[in-house]
C-alpha cells in the first residue's frame, strides 16, 4: 500500500501521507469491527455518508473517496463525444445552431436508450401544435 500511497503523493500534492495511510488503517479496522467488508468506492462512500463521525475523523479518506468517484477512469467517452461532434457537424451542417447541435450530440450519444422511448406522445404534440400541421398529416397515430 506504501508504494499506492507514494504514488498518490505524487500526482495529488496535497494529500498527506501520514495521515492518509494512519487513516486508511483506522478505517480498514472500522469495517474490521463492524462485521461488513466493503468491496467497492461506492459501498466506503455509503459508509462514510451514514456516519458523520467517521466523516469527521477520516478528512482525507473522505478527499480520497471524493477524488475517485469524479475522476473518470478512462477519458474514452469524451473523446467518442468529440468524434462523433466532428462528424456530425459537416460543412453541409456548418450553420446548425447550437441549441440543434446540443439535442444531435445528445441522441447520437444516448442512442442505446432512445430506442426505448415511446415517440407517440412526441408525434402527437408535434402534429397537433398548429393547424396545418393537423391538415397535413391529418389524426396522427401510430
Known amino acids: 500500500?506504501?508504494?499506492?500511497?507514494?504514488?498518490?503523493?505524487?500526482?495529488?500534492?496535497?494529500?498527506?501521507?501520514?495521515?492518509?495511510?494512519?487513516?486508511?488503517l483506522l478505517l480498514r479496522n472500522l469495517f474490521t469491527a463492524s462485521a461488513s467488508?466493503?468491496?467497492?468506492?461506492?459501498?466506503?462512500?455509503?459508509?462514510?455518508?451514514?456516519?458523520?463521525?467517521v466523516r469527521i475523523l477520516l478528512p482525507e479518506v473522505v478527499r480520497l473517496v471524493k477524488l475517485s468517484l469524479v475522476v473518470p477512469a478512462t477519458s474514452s467517452s469524451a473523446e467518442r463525444s468529440f468524434s462523433a461532434l466532428?462528424?456530425?457537424?459537416?460543412?453541409?451542417?456548418?450553420?446548425?445552431?447550437?441549441p440543434r447541435l446540443n439535442h444531435m450530440i445528445f441522441l447520437h450519444c444516448h442512442k442505446d436508450r432512445i430506442g426505448q422511448l415511446d415517440l407517440r406522445p412526441v408525434a402527437q404534440e408535434f402534429v397537433s401544435a398548429n393547424d396545418k400541421r393537423s391538415q397535413f398529416f391529418g389524426n396522427y397515430h401510430l
Request: hydrophobic share 30%; proline share 2%.
Open 37 to 53: 467488508t466493503p468491496s467497492t468506492v461506492t459501498d466506503i462512500s455509503q459508509a462514510l455518508n451514514s456516519n458523520e463521525g
Open 1 to 24: 500500500m506504501n508504494d499506492e500511497l507514494h504514488h498518490l503523493s505524487n500526482f495529488y500534492d496535497d494529500f498527506n501521507n501520514e495521515t492518509l495511510a494512519a487513516q486508511l
Open 86 to 98: 466532428q462528424r456530425l457537424k459537416t460543412d453541409i451542417r456548418s450553420t446548425v445552431g447550437q
